[in-house]
């Protein structure tokens, strides 16, 4: 199982907003990393087939994504603002759903009955939809995307509004849901990828500006970001000088962690770059390079 896309271009009118994008995604967890209007559910979109692209080619297992019956039984789609009638029982919503995605009337209870305990929706079964907490919501929408046991799961933003617990508990169903499928999320939640995914691609302003393992891009922010400590009259200048990734008041001192591509000129204590740290450094050193 694989998907390979290659020079992928989407336009909505004269706005280009995937451009040239190639990519080659494994079975396993594989993120998307983007800003907001980045171009990650429009990517999505299109691998769902619910969206054409303006140019290029998609396989799905050797399958071309034009084919959209064939492809479509091989997806399961989660979009980012997914909802059931509120009034529905979650085992009605989930028959009904799957009356529509045509799963034969002797297996479908025995699936519903399955995906309700994969989930851990088992004691929700009877609440009405418009009743479950939203990472109950997340996951009853993963339920659905698994009715025709597809084995690509494209998921975006999943993580979307769930609290800590209900994000690890989420991303736990995903992993063990990954190992022998493809999923697919976006995000734009570094530390999400970093727990989770093995391979990850970075878009930004539609185009794909690092593709590969996690580790890999990590490295890139090694030597380029330090912390410094500095007296409140000090902050507005070294903005202007370099990329500030957080500040944290220390009393009347601000510590100040922030992006330099050569030496400080402040002293600065070189550390250990977080998968955050090097999007961050990846981002906008692709914007205006990193001083
Ligand atoms: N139907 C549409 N018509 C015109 N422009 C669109 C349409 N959908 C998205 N866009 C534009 O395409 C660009 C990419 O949007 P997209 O939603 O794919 O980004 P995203 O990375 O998913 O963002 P977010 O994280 O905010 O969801 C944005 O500039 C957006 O305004």
Known sequence: ???????????????????????????????????????????MRILATMLNPSSGTIQ?????????????KMIGYLPQEFSVYPNMSVYSALEYLAVLSELPQNIRRRRINELLKQVHLEQEKNKRF????????????????????????????????????????????LSELAMDRIILISTHIAGDIEATCSNVAVLCSGEVIFEGQIGNLIKLGERKVYTTTLMQNELEKFKQMYHIINVHQNGTDISCRFLCGGTPQKDGAACEPTLEDSYIYLISNYKQGVK
Do not use: C, W
């Open 130 to 173: 418009k009743n479950l907490s939203g990472g109950m919501k997340r996951r009853f929408g993963i339920a659905q995307a698994l009715l025709n046991n597809p084995q690509i799961l494209i998921i975006d933003e999943p993580t979307a509004g769930l609290d800590p617990e209900e994000r690890l508990r989420f991303y736990n169903l």
């Open 60 to 72: 799905m297992n050797g399958i071309d994504i034009k084919d959209k019956k064939e492809v479509r």
């Open 1 to 43: 199982m694989e998907i390979k896309i290659k020079h992928l271009n989407k336009k909505y009118g004269k706005q280009s907003v995937l451009k040239d994008i190639s990519l080659h995604i494994p079975v396993g967890m594989y993120g998307l990393l983007g800003e907001n209007g980045a171009g990650k559910t429009t990517l």
